[in-house]
């Protein structure tokens, strides 16, 4: 017995040995998988390791060049901070210079506003001289002036100072000045005649072509002398003829009928109704019945042809009879002065009674230029003129000096009117 439960000792002592070998060695399996799970994790590890070294070398390369750019930041931190130094250091100068501009600034204004003081001054006196210039230049005009008109009209002392003061506080033309005192209703009041006229403007022109101008001036032997004044208007020609030579025999033309009527009472006005025929008639190369343009504006430009429409005028109109010059040279024997201004058919007048202008001593005629007449009527002026013996000079007239006297050039294509003087070399 004690023997069996010796040997079933053993026994359960060998089983329990092999149950433990058995469970050493199902341990060291899983030790070993646990050693090669291990293994594997330390690979891994290791991997990430030598990932981790990689990383780190990257690291401190990038830290490398990290600490280089740290180095030529705060080089260049440093240089800013200089720059920054300079441009403080500038600022101040420069907050120095608006400093001292503004001071010289402030100068200047002061400076400027002593000069514009000084200006303003300056420009009162210039002012007050320009008005005394002005002044002078008007009494010095208006002198030159009364000097012509009292030739042909008395002034007493009253009208001298009222137009005097008028001439000093207007700025009207001194012309009109003189006349608008001299004149009243309509007439002028001269030394040897009154003379009513129609509108200022006219008379104006007419006084200074001739009575100042004295364009119509001619001499004679004869005490009687006779004239064909062709275009008479109101009859300051037939005055200053009469003027002239009080005895002339005057054959007045003037077909505009409110001119004639002004003409006709100043012949009988002045009494010179036994020595001045006056003669209804347009001048024209054929005896005839024709439209008569009447400027209402410009009482001297009645006339045959449409040249004043032609710029862009708005003519009145009327029915006037014509007649030939020749008619008239054929009844005389010889005419002392013949003056033609008839508004643009002067040079067809003349050439149809060219064959008899050898009876003519002198001849004013006023040649007119404008739209609707042919430039080559001057030149036939001249034709008719020499071939009858004449000598002839040119020259513009008075209004058209007036109008071309600054820039001439600029007026060469424009409307204008010359005066032609001719004299006979066989008869006078």
């Keep these: 017995m004690k023997l069996y439960n010796k040997i079933l000792a053993k ?29 594997q994790i330390i690979a891994g590890l290791n991997q990430k390791n030598r990932q981790l070294e990689q990383s780190i070398v990257v690291s401190s390369q990038q830290n490398n060049k990290l600490e280089q750019s740290k ?19 500038k600022n101040i100068q420069l907050e120095q210079s608006i400093v001292s501009f ?28 320009e008005k005394k210039n002005s002044h002078a230049d008007r009494m010095g ?64 022109v007419l006084i200074h072509e001739i009575m100042f101008n004295e364009d119509y001036f ?31 025999k005057i054959m007045a033309f003037e077909p505009d009928k409110r001119s004639r009527q002004v003409l006709e009472r100043n012949v009988e006005r002045n009494k010179w109704a036994d020595d001045v025929r006056i003669m209804p008639y347009a001048l024209d190369t054929q005896v005839s019945e024709k439209i008569f343009y009447i400027d209402n504006a410009d009482t001297m430009a009645g006339s045959l042809t449409t040249r004043r429409s032609a710029q862009g005028k708005t003519l009145a109109t009327d029915t006037v009879q014509t007649r030939r010059l020749s008619e008239f040279l054929q009844e005389v024997p010889v005419v002392d002065y013949l003056k033609l201004d008839i508004e643009g058919l002067e040079s067809e007048v003349l050439d149809e009674c060219a064959d008899l202008l050898k009876k003519v001593k002198y001849i004013f005629c006023e040649y007119h230029r404008g739209n609707g007449l042919s430039d080559c009527r001057i030149e036939n002026i001249f034709k008719v003129l020499r071939e009858n013996c004449f000598d002839v000079q040119i ?20 409307p204008y009117s010359a005066c032609l003087w001719a004299k006979n070399k066989t008869t006078s």
Aim: charge should be negative; proline fraction near 2%.
């Design 11 to 39: 026994f359960d002592v060998s089983i329990t040995r092999r149950s433990y070998i058995n469970k050493l060695e199902q341990s060291k399996v899983v030790l070993s998988k646990k050693n090669n799970q291990l293994e």
């Design 71 to 89: 180095v030529i930041l705060s080089q260049k931190n440093n240089q800013l901070e200089q720059n920054i130094v300079v441009l403080n250091q």
């Design 102 to 129: 503004n001071q010289k600034n402030t100068q200047l204004e002061q400076m400027i506003g002593g000069l514009n003081q000084k200006n303003n001054q300056l420009e009162q006196n210039i002012n007050k001289l």
């Design 141 to 204: 005009r208006l002198c030159s002036l009364l000097d012509v008109y009292a030739k042909w009209i008395n002034f007493d002392d009253d009208m001298l100072s009222r137009i005097e003061i008028d001439v000093l506080e207007t700025k009207y033309d001194i012309d009109s000045i003189i006349l608008n005192h001299v004149c009243k209703h309509n007439i002028l009041p001269l030394k040897d005649a009154e003379i009513e006229f129609i509108e200022l403007n006219a008379l104006k």
């Design 218 to 248: 001619f001499t004679t032997d004869s005490e009687e002398p006779f004239i064909i004044d062709g275009g008479s208007n109101f009859g300051l020609a037939v005055y200053y003829f009469k003027h002239l030579y009080p005895k002339s």
């Design 395 to 414: 020259s513009k007239s008075f209004s058209a000096t007036q109008q071309s006297f600054y820039k001439p050039m600029l007026h060469v294509d424009k």
